[in-house]
């Protein structure tokens, strides 16, 4: 990979500025982003503490052992190819607005069309994303509090937790990117410990271990379908789940220093160290489980904390204080998590209202002049993932409907300049590019996003219920449409093309996506 044309090193935030503003965008944003803490933001996004241990029973019930240890680093391989063609895009368009931008730079025609219906996936995507992982997190706490000092566990009072948790994600947010820095590399480190707190723990208590040939290849079949690969390759969807949010790095490119380089790196070792540190954890955490038979999985599948990686630690430890602590840091990394994804989400609407497509774009488009955040485009975030998860109040289906735009949303909106990008020739690369290994990288990545999305709209369990229905592709149907509906309603006219931008750029609305 070639890193030839580095910013130097003595003005790097001023180098930042001026590529930026050849871009079309005037520097609004406090560029106050380390390196590390770029990759920080996707790291903590990732957060293989949050996603292997509420997904987990995904695997556990289609495939089992070998679903979770052989589909953990076979999806990562994949995602990594994702991942790396993303990143070499990243490093020509380093901008807060990300895949969106990307799209509509690259395509040869129907440039705003292109961008904008990018846009929206990724834009409602993350805004599901950020309403999971936070709903996710008061789910966990939750459960922790109920072991630790025997607190009811119910829809309502979940939510009322998951309110708290985004408000406060929220504040912090608003008070600069300063602190948002600081709490992402504390994240980095908090994941990176924790697992090895997780993992000391887990190999040094129990008497016992599940032998490698089993926790590799033990099979386990709870879905109700009867062909083995078909239950694998459901048992692969946690792996995916995990692996989303690692675009963040590109939405904070103009808080980064030296974005060029920094936010494609951040890209790809955020996705790289998950695959490493992910599967260490969950191989030990599958080691660890005490009654490999059939009836054992089906009670680690009951487990009144709803959490089965929570089971497996007071099973195999036979020290709850000690399972209680090892949930405790679950609990701190999905914090950072939710922390994380407000961030991402936030400078993403920024980026996209700046270009007039958001309804109300002129307010959330305001940059807080004296933190250098976009305070207005942080609370929008807020207020919407609270609203997409009052329907968990009443019915957790409804609700797991509305999120499951997240991952192919995102996915939508990952692989589409992707495939721009092998269509378009004329591609010259940044300064953090795949060189010769660029088509065949890039090309993967397309196959697999293709594969992972028609996986995704299959139905997990069987029979089908109104329960058990995958309701992925009506929600995908229903953010095209509303793009479609939104771009004749005002995008056709406003977006990119309104005097309103003016103010955020340094050319014509309309100069914006040509090279």
Avoid at 244 to 272: C, F, L, Q, R
Avoid at 291 to 319: C, E, R, V, W
Avoid at 375 to 396: D, K, Y
Wanted: glycine share 8%; aromatic share 12%.
């Amino acid at each position: 990979m070639s890193e030839s044309t580095k910013a130097p090193d003595s003005h790097p935030i001023d180098d930042d500025a001026a590529a930026l503003a050849a871009l079309g965008y005037k520097q609004e944003l406090h560029r106050g982003m380390s390196g590390f803490s770029n990759f920080a933001v996707s790291f903590s996004i990732i957060s293989i503490l949050a996603g292997c241990i509420t997904s987990y029973a995904i695997a556990l019930k289609s495939g089992g052992p070998s679903a979770i240890n052989i589909g953990w680093p076979l999806v990562g391989v994949f995602v990594l190819m994702v991942a790396l063609a993303m990143a070499e895009v990243c490093s020509k368009y380093p901008t807060a607005g990300g895949l969106y931008f990307w799209a509509g730079r690259l395509a040869k025609r129907n440039k705003r069309q292109w961008a904008w219906t990018v846009g929206w996936f990724n834009f409602l995507g993350e805004v599901a994303v950020t309403a999971a992982i936070d709903f996710g997190a008061a789910t966990t706490m939750m459960a922790f509090a109920n072991l630790v000092w025997g607190v009811e566990v119910n829809p309502f009072n979940t939510f009322g937790l998951f309110v708290v948790l985004i408000v406060i994600h929220g504040l912090l947010n608003t008070f600069g990117v300063n602190l948002v820095s600081l709490l992402s590399n504390v994240s980095a480190w908090w994941h990176i410990v924790g697992v090895l707190i997780i993992v000391a723990a887990l190999w040094i208590m129990p008497t016992q271990h599940q032998s490698v040939g089993w926790t590799f290849t033990g099979f386990y079949n709870g879905t109700g379908w009867s062909f083995a690969p078909y239950v694998f390759l459901m048992g692969l969807l946690m792996a995916q789940y995990t692996y989303t949010g690692y675009d963040a790095s590109a939405h904070v490119a103009e808080e980064t220093k030296n974005a060029s380089i920094a936010a494609p790196k951040g890209i790809v070792m955020s996705v790289v160290i998950s695959i490493v540190g992910g599967w260490i954890l969950l191989y030990s955490i599958t080691a660890a489980i005490q009654d490999s038979s059939d009836k054992g999985i089906d009670k680690l599948l009951g487990s009144a904390t709803g959490l089965p990686p929570a089971q497996i630690f007071l099973d195999a430890l036979n020290n709850p204080t000690m399972a209680k602590f090892l949930l405790f840091i679950v609990c701190g990394a999905q914090f950072f998590c939710g922390m994380a994804s407000v961030t991402a989400n936030s400078r993403m609407s920024y980026a996209f209202s700046r270009d007039n497509a958001i309804p109300g774009s002129r307010l959330w488009a305001k940059v807080n002049p004296r933190t250098g955040t976009p305070t207005n485009s942080i609370w929008l975030c807020v207020a919407l993932s609270i609203i997409l998860t009052v329907p968990a109040m009443w019915n957790l289906t409804a609700y797991l409907a509305v999120t499951s735009i997240a991952v192919i949303g995102l996915y939508i909106a990952y692989v589409t300049p992707v495939f721009l990008r092998r269509l378009d020739k004329s591609f010259v690369p940044g300064p953090w590019n795949l060189g010769r290994w660029s088509g065949i990288v890039g090309w993967i990545a397309v196959v697999w996003v293709v594969i992972i999305i028609i996986l995704f709209v299959l139905p997990p369990v069987n029979p089908i219920t109104i329960d058990t229905f995958n309701y992925a592709p009506i929600a995908v149907v229903v953010v095209a449409l509303l793009a479609a509906v939104l771009w004749f309603a005002y995008g056709k006219r406003d977006f990119m093309a309104s005097s309103v931008e003016a103010e955020h750029l340094t050319v014509a609305p309309e100069q914006l996506l040509e090279e």
